[in-house]
């Protein structure tokens, strides 16, 4: 199967030329012109690798490494960039690219990264969870609808990880009681109901698909 590289260059003629050299290779390319459009390319597609310039209209590159990181992406990361001094080189490390390549760029210069950086196994975080377009850290706390980042309470968080830790399975409303909330859990039962409202209300804030689907006299099911 083709590896996926995502590229985000606002320059055009130089994201076209890009894109051309990696096609010619036999990679599959996805090309965004912005900061923003390549975030959210980079949490819905989840390409195999990121080739981002470093100035970018509405989001930086360096932003779109700091997000994806803080939520665990461990997508190889290389950065575009004119800038070549040490406190830029590590300001982009630090972020949490892999790599960077200065402009102008060299053709032979540019695969041999690429081919590199796809050649190393990306490892797994066991604290990402992940369904569609939704992303929950265990670890951080944090989680993204797409770019979007969305402020739970910790009950909330809860139960949506218990739900994306259980994609697509109807779940009772008795097991959803004893997971989340306990056994020794003495309140109505009719939490449940509450706080599945609140979180449609976060996760659909903005007109998003619904995911948390409800099952009439069983309970509840995380599905497309």
């Known amino acids: ?73 461990q997508v190889p990361i290389v950065l575009l960039t004119a800038k070549d001094e040490i406190s830029d080189r590590v300001a982009g490390l630090d972020a949490g690219a892999d790599d960077y390549i200065l402009k102008p760029l060299r053709g032979d210069d540019l695969m041999s990264r690429v081919r590199a950086h796809l050649r190393k196994q990306p490892k797994l975080d066991p604290d990402l969870l992940e369904f569609e377009d939704l992303t929950l850290n265990k670890r951080t706390k944090h989680v993204h609808r797409g770019v979007r980042s969305i402020d739970l309470t910790a009950k909330e968080f809860d139960l949506l990880e218990y739900l994306i830790a259980h994609p697509r399975q109807v779940i009772t409303r008795d097991r959803i009681l004893e997971s989340v909330w306990g056994y020794e859990f003495m309140g109505d039962s009719n939490i449940i109901e509450v706080y599945i409202r609140y979180l449609r209300l976060k996760l659909e804030a903005e007109n998003e698909k619904r995911l948390i689907q409800t099952v009439r006299g069983v309970g509840y099911v995380l599905r497309e």
């Open 1 to 73: 199967m083709k590896s996926h590289i995502l590229l985000v260059e606002d320059e055009i003629k130089l994201a076209r030329l890009v894109e051309s050299e990696l096609s010619y290779e036999g990679y599959q390319v996805t090309v965004a012109y912005d900061g923003l459009a390549g975030l959210n390319n980079a949490r819905q597609l989840k390409p195999d690798l990121l080739i981002i310039d470093w100035k970018l209209p509405n989001l930086s590159g360096l932003e779109i490494c700091r997000r994806l990181r803080i939520t665990g992406d």
